[in-house]
């Protein structure tokens, strides 16, 4: 797995949380920061279950 790619998710789950302590967690940059980060975990989850199908078939 790319660590680059954990490395960003761990950077925006801190802006995230950042964010949410300074506003609320409804506020719109929280939501945003939010629906961002999903799309990475999504990422990461996605080149986990493809390494593992490159694992089985080898």
Do not use: F, P
């Amino acid at each position: 797995m790319d660590k680059q790619l954990l490395v960003q998710v761990e950077r925006l789950r801190g802006k995230m949380v950042a964010a949410a302590i300074e506003n609320n967690t409804l506020h719109q940059e929280v939501l945003h920061l939010s629906q961002s980060l999903d799309e990475l975990i999504l990422q990461v989850q996605v080149e986990k279950r493809a390494k593992a199908a490159r694992r089985k078939n080898s």
